[in-house]
C-alpha cells in the first residue's frame, strides 16, 4: 500500500517564528522527495525537492530528510502570513508490484500564519 | 514563457454528458499527468503518458479518457460512465520519468449540474 501521511492540522505559527512541517512515506525504498505549496483554490507549486539523507536549505525554507526513519520535513523559518497555505508532501514510492508510477501525495497540512 | 496552460479554468457540465479539458505545455517535457482533488483531499492520479502515443492508467482511471498525440498537448475526457465528477482537475508535467519533478497547471474546476 502507498502511503504519504501528512497531519491535515490547521498547524497556527506566531509570524516570525519557525513552522515546521512533517511527512512520513510507507516505502523504504523511495528515491525523490517533494514540497509543494497550494494556496486556496490555485494549483500547487514547487518549493524544493530533496533526494538525499540531510537538510538542503532554500531561502526561508530547509527540507529534512531521513531514509532510515522514512519521513520528511520542512522547515519555514521567519514565518509570515503570505506563508499561510496548504503544504503538499510528495514522493516517488518505490512501487515493485506493478500499477500506477510517479508521485505519491499526502493530503497535506493546513499551515496559518498569526500577524 | 514556458509553462503549462489548462483550459477553460470553469466547466460545467449537465448529467450525462461528456467534457473534454485542456492541457498544453511548451517545456518540452515528455511526461505529463492528470489529477484529480476533492476537497480536503490529496492529489489522485487519473491517467500519465511519458511518450507520445501510449498513456497509463492511474489510480482512479474508471470514466476517464485520454489521448497523447502530440508531445505539447494530454486532453483528459470526463465521460457520462464517471458517477462523482465535481472537482479540481490539475495536469502536469515532468522532463521525462514519473519521478522527475512535475510542474503543474493552473487547474480547471468542474462542476456537475
Known amino acids: 500500500q502507498k502511503e504519504v501521511e501528512q497531519n491535515s492540522g490547521p498547524l497556527s505559527v506566531p509570524e516570525g517564528a519557525i513552522a515546521s512541517l512533517n511527512c512520513t512515506y510507507s516505502d523504504r525504498g523511495s528515491q525523490s522527495f517533494f514540497w509543494y505549496r497550494q494556496y486556496s483554490g490555485k494549483s500547487p507549486e514547487l518549493i524544493m525537492s530533496i533526494y538525499s539523507n540531510g537538510d538542503k536549505e532554500d531561502g526561508r525554507f530547509t527540507a529534512q530528510l531521513n531514509k532510515a526513519s522514512q519521513y520528511v520535513s520542512l522547515l519555514i523559518r521567519d514565518s509570515q502570513p503570505s506563508d499561510s497555505a496548504t503544504y503538499l508532501c510528495a514522493v516517488n514510492l518505490f512501487y515493485s508490484g506493478g500499477g500506477a508510477d510517479g508521485l505519491t501525495f499526502g493530503k497535506g497540512t493546513h499551515l496559518i500564519i498569526q500577524p | 514563457d514556458g509553462g503549462i496552460t489548462q483550459s477553460p479554468k470553469y466547466l460545467f457540465r449537465k448529467e450525462g454528458q461528456n467534457v473534454t479539458l485542456s492541457c498544453e505545455q511548451n517545456?518540452?517535457?515528455?511526461?505529463m499527468y492528470w489529477y484529480r482533488q476533492d476537497p480536503g483531499q490529496g492529489l489522485r492520479l487519473i491517467y500519465y503518458s511519458q511518450i507520445v502515443n501510449d498513456f497509463q492508467k492511474g489510480d482512479i482511471a474508471e470514466g476517464y479518457s485520454v489521448s497523447r498525440e502530440k508531445k505539447e498537448s494530454f486532453p483528459l475526457t470526463v465521460t457520462s460512465a464517471q458517477k462523482n465528477p465535481t472537482a479540481f482537475y490539475l495536469c502536469?508535467?515532468?522532463?521525462?520519468?514519473?519521478?522527475?519533478?512535475?510542474?503543474f497547471g493552473p487547474g480547471t474546476r468542474l462542476t456537475v449540474l
Open positions: 517545456l518540452n517535457h515528455d511526461a
Open positions: 502536469a508535467s515532468s522532463i521525462d520519468r514519473p519521478g522527475d519533478t512535475q510542474y
